[in-house]
């Protein structure tokens, strides 16, 4: 999708000469308006001052030029949109970042249009603005909750300094299938993991107090089931049962909800043949009824005039009024609501009252978030300089790079790596990447600006590195087009790498995808390693079997060769701004990995969806001949479990005891021991069964973990207690219910946890 480059150029031009026209004057609606009591009143007393259409305004909101980060529309020029601008009828802008620019489209909403409402300024600030930090998806390997939330904080204080008051994250979607690329963008495969998670990043965004201007209002998405996308396919159709929803999608939305988010943002995919803009039941009933969310929601990108092409609306008109019906409040890039809403409340197609509600949610957010106080209280030049890429925020990226590594093999040792006195050659040409360790959102991050593996191990001068790239990893992408073409089956470069392995004392080869190769839209049907990547590793591996693979990816990768033929094994994701720093401090054990997968590698593509916590079946195990739930060319289980991850030193549990307090509460303990030699931290998890219920439970569900950190020798009692909220279920009407009868509780290092106790409520 090329960018409009003369539209932006006109719309540039617009914004200049009306910023050299006007100062910074007061706006037309200023006062103290941000006192929690207050705004109910406040919002009711704009509203009554408002035109349909100005009201209908507050409903759009539209894109600047510089960022597509979807379809471009056909309609609505830059032209037009300043005209809308300046009549009051935008109440949000996406993807204009940068004090200058962010100064340009308030100064037309607040100084030129009647009631002066200022707009709220969103952004798709996913897991960093400039300093990037791992991808989410790494992120959540760390299990490390106070460091996701300080991450999410970072990103939100960045990105405010940039004029941002709104961003586009946390994505909550429970993913299971790695050929989806958007697995990259939320906590994996476990909707307590992805709740806990889910709830730390909405803290960290928003903090305490919204109104400060380092903190943002935070959006739930996608509402919901777009992880489960048929087929890994983007886009696709989803088809889940009630109790899988129930249990599995909606409780990290629900956790944002608890968590107090601002805002939801719903979702491409239909849910039971509704596509979700258009649900009434997950937007109205589930979300603004059951849970009584407050704030609004709005529509993913163009999601409004996508269901025409789903089969629900036979035109856009129709769209727009389905959409505003099952609760959408706000359109993104539709373009819909602006043109046809206020025409379908005279008909008397949409309530007005519909309109009033949607309108009192984004307003009430914009009063939060200070705005109406000082709507360029995010246009801060001198902040702007001061704040972005400070070094406190790389220390902050660095630490949760570092923990979100994950050690999947490491025999014989070979793990730390000597600091001296070594010949390394560094293979591939990830290696030297700047680039794809900032992933896939990444939109504000400078190109190139990752440390790379190679620059990170070069800090350690002791050893003797050699580096040869081997063979680019695949076919190229960038952010927005579909490929670059780039030559991916040379193998021109592969003797240099085969002779730099063969004096070498360790090979470390960096293989994986690159940034864009996961991500919205970057669906893949296969799972190895791209390109000729995975002959490169087989031609090194014939000269020099000493070889530690690190791999850069976003989603769970196909790794059965590799397992079986490794001494060495890193999952090291895309680790964001300070990449390269974090591998070679693990790769050199002055950091002592502790990550854990937050989803199950699969042993062959034809497993996924694969995941821990799946149904018994009535035929779990092998009785003698065909008939029992199995392939017959794999195993079932996967290669690596969820939870699973190694540390340079061991752990022992033992000791696991459970007492049932009452027929609401168990507590259960176990003794942790560091029976290495090194200090390491341990994720202790806690998984349950409950063994019959009026709906089939899974066969295992964590609910419960710590993150434990001991020294050599040292042994610790890990307490859990487990209450209605852990035992419990939402059955298939939605309730939530706790069932008497035999639960197995499970401790340790993952979901394969063995150590277990019965007991009975
Ligand atoms: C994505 C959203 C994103 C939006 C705005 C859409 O294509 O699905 O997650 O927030 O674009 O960039």
Known sequence: ?????????????????????????????????????????????????????????????????????????????????????????????????????????????????????????????IHGYETISPIPLAESASWDLEAIRKSSEVAAEEAAAAGINWTFAPMVDITRDARWGRVMEGAGEDPYLGSKIAKARVLGFQGTDLSQHTTIAACAKHFAGYGFSESGREYN?????????????????????????RTFMNAFNVLNGIPATGNKYL???????????????????????????????????????????????????????????????????????????????ILKVKFELGLFEDPYKYCDEVREKEVIGQQAFHEAALDLA????????????????????????????????????????????????????????????????????????????TAFTAQVQINTSDKSEFPQAIEAAKSADVVV??????????????????????????????????????????????????????????PAIVEAWQLGTQSGNAI??????????????????????????IYYNYKNTGRPTGAPGVFWSHYEDEENSPLYPFGYGLSYTSFEYSNLKTSVVSEKEVQVSVTLKNSGKQTGKEVVQLYIRDHFASVTRPVRELKGFELVSLVPN???????????????????????????????IFVGGDSNANLQSTITL
């Open 509 to 566: 080869m960096v293989l994986g995808e690159i940034g864009y190769q996961s991500g919205e839209g970057r669906s893949r049907t296969k799972l190895g390693l791209p390109g000729v990547q995975q002959e490169l590793l087989e031609a090194v591996y014939k000269v020099n079997k000493n070889i530690v693979l690190v791999l850069n990816n976003g989603r769970p990768l196909v790794l059965n060769w590799h397992h079986e033929n490794l």
């Open 584 to 609: 070679a401090q693990v790769l050199y054990g002055d950091y002592n990995p502790s990550g854990k997968l937050p989803m199950s590698f699969p042993r062959a593509v034809g497993q996924v969806p």
């Open 402 to 477: 570092k923990k979100s590594i994950v050690l999947l093999k490491n025999d014989n040792q070979l793990l730390p790596l000597k600091k001296q006195g070594q010949k390394i050659a560094l293979i591939g040409a990830l290696a030297a990447d700047k680039n794809s360790p900032l992933g896939n959102w990444r939109i504000a991050a400078k190109d190139h600006s990752a440390v790379s593996v190679l620059e990170g191990m070069q800090a350690y001068k002791e050893n003797k590195l050699t580096y040869a790239k081997g063979a680019d990893v695949s076919i190229g992408y």
């Open 1 to 125: 999708m090329k960018k409009p480059f003369l539209i932006v150029i006109l719309f540039s031009v617009l914004f200049t000469a009306v910023s050299c026209i006007k100062s910074d004057s007061t706006p037309s609606l200023s006062s103290s308006l941000t006192s929690v009591q207050g705004i109910e009143k406040k919002v009711n007393e704009l509203l009554d001052r408002m035109t349909l259409e100005e009201k209908v305004g507050q409903m759009n909101q539209y894109v600047g030029f510089w960022d597509l980060t979807g379809p471009a529309p056909d309609s609505g020029d830059a032209a037009e949109k300043y005209e809308h601008l300046r009549n009051g009828y935008v109440g949000s802008m996406l993807n204009v970042r940068g004090v200058e620019n962010v100064r340009g489209v308030q100064k037309i909403a607040v100084e030129e249009s009647r009631l002066g409402i200022p707009l709220i300024i969103g952004f798709d600030v």
């Open 283 to 361: 937007q109205r009933d589930v979300l603004k009824g059951k849970w009584a969310f407050d704030g609004f929601v709005v529509t993913d990108w163009g999601s409004i005039d996508e269901m025409t092409s789903h089969g629900l609306a036979k035109d856009g008109k129709e769209a727009a009024m389905i959409a505003a019906n099952a609760g959408s409040d706000m359109d993104m890039e539709s373009h819909l609501y602006v043109k046809e809403l206020a025409g379908l409340v005279r008909e008397g197609k949409v309530k007005e009252s519909f309109i009033d509600d949607a309108v009192k949610r």
């Open 237 to 261: 159709t989803v088809d889940v049962g009630t109790s899988t929803l129930n249990n599995m999608i909606f409780p990290p939305f629900q956790a944002t909800v608890d968590a107090g988010v």
């Open 714 to 744: 040292e042994s610790q009692e890990i307490s859990f207690t487990l209450t209605e909220k852990e035992l419990g279920f939402y059955d298939n009407n939605g309730n939530f219910i706790l069932e008497s009868g035999d639960f197995s």
